[in-house]
């Protein structure tokens, strides 16, 4: 596993032509990979709307006019009840999204540990995305149960600004490094169609591919444009800028898991088994990604029936966290 590349290595492997670029992600993928396995994933927005930031990209944020509704934290039995249901439905992977811009130690702090340490003792992989983290913070979550934190880079650090001003490109890698110091799995990838070029999609991957640790998970998403945010013109992103993206990925980052996240729901069968073969081996399940559409639940089985690929079970790669741990005490903090 290399974490020495060059962003010259990386846009050589980037450019190269399609169908070669293709065959030697296929290559690497089935060397570290069962092309038939792919994890299913289940997004839920357990506290929606309202957030403080200019991500250029998101209806969530409060500045903007988008038809998004905000609602308070969701409760720990109606998470838990969403979470089986997700389990039913065949994904071993739940993540749970709050718009929020950095987490704070107080009583809603406490409830997603709460949840945390529920959808753990279901025997699903855990996931959060919730914004910056203190190192305190990642410890607690980690000792809750927490198998994995997205915290996505979006794009370059040359690009960054044009898309987030409420925060720098360095605080989101400090996340990543109290996240890992922790010892909870990474997920971090980016959105593509943004208005960037492809230097900084290689930027990105550049980024990713030079931390310390490889990303257990690198999602990526295609712009959707939502109305009522600056980004909401944007043109959509075509399916062989996704495949260079995802080949690249495998081939740089080979034992992540690349997930083919926001934008599926635009592509046909065919598209999406383009993107398998190019390395992609994880999806985003259920009919919403926090506030986007999402391909349904008949659609995604029609998916899997006609490709003959099986959802990948759940701690395949780690043991399931907390096993054995004693009961965690949530501190009770006021708001």
């Known amino acids: ?21 293709m065959y030697r992600a296929a290559t690497v993928h089935r060397q570290h990979h069962d092309p038939q396995e792919v994890q299913v994933c289940t997004l839920l927005s357990v506290k929606t709307g309202g957030c403080p930031e200019d991500c250029a990209y998101c209806p969530q944020a409060a500045r903007y006019h988008t038809a998004v509704k905000v609602h308070k934290l969701m409760e720990v039995d109606e998470v838990i009840t969403a979470a089986q249901r997700a389990k039913d439905t065949g ?45 305190s913070q990642a410890q607690k979550l980690k000792d809750a149960g927490l198998y994995a934190y997205n915290h996505n880079l979006d794009t370059s650090e040359e690009f960054y600004g044009d898309i987030i001003s409420t925060r720098t490109y360095d605080d989101r890698l400090d996340t990543l490094g109290h996240a890992r110091k922790a010892g909870i799995s990474v997920c971090s990838g980016g959105i593509i169609g943004m208005g960037e070029s492809d230097l900084d999609r290689i930027g990105m991957l550049h980024t990713l591919a030079t931390l310390p640790q490889h990303p257990e998970s690198v999602p990526v998403n295609a712009l959707v444009p939502v109305e009522g945010t600056p980004l909401e013109d944007q043109p959509r992103v075509s399916v062989w800028e996704m495949i260079r993206m995802i080949a690249t990925a495998r081939i740089i980052m080979p034992k992540a898991m690349v997930r083919l996240s926001a934008g599926r729901v635009r592509m046909n069968i065919e598209e999406q088994a383009l993107c398998f073969l190019a390395g992609a081996n994880s999806i985003f399940a259920g009919d919403k990604l926090l506030t986007t559409p999402n391909p349904d639940e008949n659609a995604d089985q029609q998916l899997f029936q006609t490709l003959n690929i099986r959802p990948r079970k759940a701690f395949k790669d780690a043991a399931q966290p907390g096993q054995g741990r004693p009961a965690i005490v949530f501190e009770q903090i006021p708001l």
């Open 91 to 135: 994904s071993t992977r739940f993540c749970m999204g709050a718009a929020w811009r950095e987490v704070r130690d107080n009583r809603d702090f406490d409830k997603v540990l709460e949840m945390v340490q529920g959808v753990n003792e279901m025997g699903l992989e855990v996931c959060c995305t919730l914004g910056m983290l203190t190192e």
């Open 1 to 21: 596993m290399r974490t020495d590349w060059t962003r010259a290595e990386i846009a050589e492997i980037y450019n190269s032509p399609v169908l070669d670029l």
